[in-house]
């Protein structure tokens, strides 16, 4: 974690292009001024103006709301860093997490900055305990098509969720920044089944030829991608259709977008 500048007691005025920890501001009850395009968990961020993407921040609507913390991806939105820092008194950079512990770390941080460390351990608890299932498969490998395809890393929060989720994760998958114009045939054929997650919100059945005689499941784009409080829910949604030999897990939060109202969050209550 990376905190450039300073903090003058609890925020009061916040924007974030990190749609994993919006997702948990939300649930901790901080409200944010401004966000990227890509956070909709919950439904309600959408009301919330929008200041920049995954790889661009528009500097005169920051400089309109004048946060006094801004919350950055690391290192996708490194580029940022500099010229947020011009602008906002504090700039929060997180990397992404290794593992599920540090993501609970990351929670805990957050909770801390807003005064929240009693709720915010509590959510995090909640958290971690959702991560849980029977044993499924051995040599689980999860795909992820972007326009060019990802293969998580062994050393992954993507990796340890799928394990503690019952579908245990292929060993020796090295962190490199690394992307596939087809699909990486080689590693798929160590796997004993495969976890994809598709480019849009629908199965389209082509997309997933290459996986043909083999065990595997489909999600919407956008599912492990995020690790925010959906992600033990979505990777619940995941281990259960691999257990009933199931295709296709169509509704996933990316495409369900839950209000802080519905059904969905009743687990963090």
């Known amino acids: 974690m990376l905190l450039k500048g300073g903090l003058d007691g609890v925020p009061r005025v916040v924007v974030s292009l990190n749609p994993s920890v919006n997702e948990f501001l939300a649930l901790l009850g901080v409200e944010i001024a401004g966000r990227d395009a890509f956070s909709y968990r919950p439904a309600e961020l959408m009301k919330v103006p929008i200041v920049g993407t995954f790889t ?11 946060p006094d913390l801004i919350i950055l991806y690391y290192p996708v939105q ?14 929060a950079a997180v990397p992404t ?23 915010g351990d509590r959510l995090a608890g ?8 029977h044993p499924l498969y051995e040599d689980v490998v999860a795909v992820i098509n972007l326009g060019v395809y990802d293969v998580a890393c062994s050393n992954s929060y993507v990796a340890d969720a799928l394990t503690k989720a019952g579908l245990r994760y292929l060993r020796g998958l090295p962190c490199v920044f690394r992307h596939f114009e087809k699909p990486p045939k080689e ?16 199965y389209v059945e082509r997309e997933a030829e290459f996986l043909r005689g083999r065990e595997f499941v489909v999600t919407p784009n956008d599912t492990l991608a995020h690790y925010g409080p959906s992600l033990p829910l979505d990777v619940k949604l995941i281990a259960d259709a691999a257990a009933k030999g199931e295709r296709w897990v169509g509704r996933t939060s990316s495409v369900v977008r839950p209000s802080l109202r519905d059904q969905w969050y009743s687990p963090y209550k």
């Open 78 to 91: 490194a580029h940022l860093l500099d010229v947020a820092s011009q602008i906002v008194k504090a700039v």
């Open 187 to 202: 590693i798929i054929e160590r796997a004993s089944f495969v976890v994809y997650e598709a480019r849009g919100k629908t």
């Open 56 to 66: 661009d921040l528009r500097t005169e609507d920051l400089k309109r709301i004048s």
């Open 97 to 119: 997490p290794p593992n599920l512990d540090a993501a609970v770390a990351v929670f805990r941080f957050f909770a801390r900055i807003f005064d929240k460390d009693e709720e």
């Open 126 to 133: 909640i958290y971690r305990d959702l991560f849980k299932g």
